[in-house]
């Protein structure tokens, strides 16, 4: 156990519908990353915050936002679903949030039918 | 932008023999990370390391970070299942926030 938590575990959802994706980093981590997996694919990171503010940005879509709150939990909203959305998407969390390790979460995994 | 890449993509080894999985970064990076990832799990954070050249051990995985810190290599001996997974590294370049994780090397251990 990572000490991060995600929920919902599962999603299922229709194409063009909104959905959110909720983090608690680890206790004391102020940076919080998104990342979206692809059945079989690597990681692409999407956004890091650190203590609520956005750090740096991947490839994220315009359709995608993020937000990290003052208690730190962050949440992921995924607008105008489209088929190729479905994926793991992971949360992570580390202290200091620069060059430190990252700690993920066991996941959300989104499917858009 | 910065680029890691990890070759090769897969591996199929028989239980014993050793393996080895390499990350390039098309950037100098300030540190490097191996992270395993389980079939069906999350990635979990194996080592983290700094300085130019260095050379780590975790009981039969030896991790290296090149001279340059642009390269490095996750080296397992003598496989077993439990290895089984996938083994991505990451880094951010130096002076940057943004770690990029490489595609990630898939290991498969035949008993």
């Known amino acids: 156990d990572s000490g991060v938590t995600q929920t919902p575990k599962h999603l299922i959802t229709a194409t063009g519908q909104r959905v959110t994706l909720r983090c608690s980093p680890r206790?004391?981590?102020?940076?919080v990353y998104w990342y979206q997996q692809s059945l079989d694919q690597g990681l692409q990171f999407l956004i890091q915050?650190?203590?609520?503010?956005?750090?740096a940005k991947g490839n994220i879509l315009e359709r995608f936002s993020a937000q990290q709150f003052p208690d730190l939990h962050s949440e992921l909203n995924l607008s105008s679903l489209e088929l190729g959305d479905s994926a793991l998407y992971f949360c992570?969390?580390?202290?200091?949030?620069?060059?430190?390790?990252?700690?993920f979460g066991p996941g959300t995994r989104l499917t858009v039918l | 932008g910065q680029q890691v890449m990890q070759i090769p993509q897969y591996q199929h080894v028989q239980e014993g023999e050793d393996f080895t999985t390499y990350c390039n970064s098309s950037?100098?990076?300030?540190?490097i990370q191996w992270y395993k990832q389980r079939p069906g799990g999350h990635p979990v954070f194996l080592i983290q390391?700094?300085?130019?050249?260095e050379v780590k051990k975790q009981k039969r995985l030896t991790f290296q970070f090149g001279e340059a810190k642009k390269n490095s290599s996750l080296h397992i001996t003598a496989t077993q299942t439990t290895d089984v997974g996938t083994y991505f590294c990451?880094?951010?370049?130096?002076?940057?926030?943004?770690?990029?994780f490489g595609a990630g090397t898939r290991l498969f251990v035949k008993a």
């Open positions: 992570a969390s580390s202290d200091r949030g620069l060059y430190n390790e990252q700690f």
């Open positions: 206790s004391g981590d102020l940076s």
């Open positions: 915050y650190y203590n609520g503010e956005e750090r």
């Open positions: 950037t100098t990076l300030s540190n």
């Open positions: 390391l700094v300085k130019s050249g």
């Open positions: 990451a880094g951010p370049p130096s002076g940057g926030f943004k770690t990029i």
